[in-house]
């Protein structure tokens, strides 16, 4: 039989804290997390304290808890090696060197968008400053992933969202925004017209396996250089990509 007394508590009980935040799927409060791990109140208070220290977990204003910013950066190394990842790697390299602009492939992380993985086109003559997270509201990706909500979780999401403008373009009335994401829902395509940086824009396309949606893809590059290139061009290439990984997935 295995010796409990050599392995270290801590670490067994940190890790069911982990798992029940993961399969809670939405944030989850001590209250919650005692019951579900069956550990008391006070330990997993203190365990949680010490993981939002290091950023791994963090505390909403409900004061219920989510995966933090530095479990993101786990997830992307270990996305890195993923399925989905291998599989549109190579068909990513192919557009950049037909298109000559960046493609990017994220997954839906905490009503944000995760970005799994960018291969970079030609260079930005402005300064963009890229991020492994975006919100859903003003990107393109992120508004692919609000067309695949129910209708309920899109009310939740415009009713909850703080609409922060980035730019004179960011969309901050739910309403409109909630017609875009509806037209997105029909075409299966969306836009970030310089709603997240000034001179950026981007065009999303949903993915899929075996017909449900894990996760996104979007062509992103200076407006006047897409407009040169031709919309229709890249627009038919986006959809193209999204529909070859979509395939061999």
């Given at each position: 039989?295995?010796?409990?007394?050599?392995?270290?508590?801590?670490?067994?009980?940190?890790?069911?804290?982990?798992?029940?935040?993961?399969?809670?799927?939405?944030?989850?409060?001590?209250?919650?997390?005692?019951?579900?791990?069956?550990?008391?109140?006070?330990?997993?208070?203190?365990?949680?304290?010490?993981?939002?220290?290091?950023?791994?977990?963090?505390?909403?204003?409900?004061?219920?808890?989510?995966?933090?910013?530095?479990?993101?950066?786990?997830?992307?190394?270990?996305?890195r090696q993923s399925l989905l990842v291998q599989t549109a790697l190579p068909l990513m390299k192919?557009?950049?060197?037909?298109?000559?602009?960046?493609?990017?492939?994220?997954?839906?992380?905490?009503?944000?968008?995760?970005?799994?993985?960018?291969?970079?086109?030609?260079?930005?003559?402005?300064?963009?400053?890229?991020?492994?997270?975006?919100?859903?509201?003003?990107?393109?990706m992120g508004k692919i992933f609000l067309s695949n909500f129910s209708p309920a979780a899109l009310?939740?999401?415009?009713?909850?969202?703080?609409?922060?403008?980035?730019?004179?373009?960011?969309?901050?009335?739910?309403?409109?925004?909630?017609?875009?994401?509806?037209?997105?829902?029909?075409?299966?395509?969306?836009?970030?017209?310089?709603?997240?940086?000034?001179?950026?824009?981007?065009?999303?396309?949903?993915?899929?396996?075996?017909?449900?949606?894990?996760?996104?893809?979007?062509?992103s590059g200076p407006t006047s250089r897409l407009k040169a290139r031709g919309w229709d061009f890249?627009?038919?290439?986006?959809?193209?990509?999204?529909?070859?990984?979509?395939?061999?997935?």
């Open positions: 039989m295995t010796d409990d007394a050599s392995y270290n508590k801590t670490v067994i009980n940190t890790f069911k804290i982990l798992d029940a935040i993961s399969n809670a799927h939405t944030a989850i409060g001590v209250s919650e997390l005692a019951k579900t791990t069956g550990l008391p109140k006070t330990t997993v208070f203190r365990l949680l304290r010490s993981l939002e220290y290091v950023r791994v977990v963090e505390k909403n204003d409900q004061q219920c808890y989510h995966f933090g910013a530095k479990i993101i950066t786990y997830s992307q190394n270990f996305e192919q557009f950049v060197k037909e298109v000559k602009e960046n493609i990017s492939i994220g997954i839906l992380y905490n009503n944000l968008v995760l970005y799994l993985h960018s291969e970079k086109g030609e260079r930005f003559p402005l300064q963009v400053n890229l991020y492994p997270i975006s919100p859903l509201y003003c990107s393109s009310t939740n999401y415009l009713t909850a969202q703080k609409f922060t403008p980035r730019t004179v373009n960011t969309i901050v009335n739910p309403q409109i925004l909630r017609a875009e994401v509806l037209r997105a829902q029909t075409s299966k395509i969306a836009y970030d017209n310089e709603e997240y940086e000034y001179g950026l824009t981007c065009i999303g396309v949903p993915l899929y396996q075996q017909s449900k949606m894990i996760a996104a893809a979007s062509v890249i627009t038919e290439k986006i959809i193209n990509f999204g529909h070859q990984v979509s395939q061999r997935l």
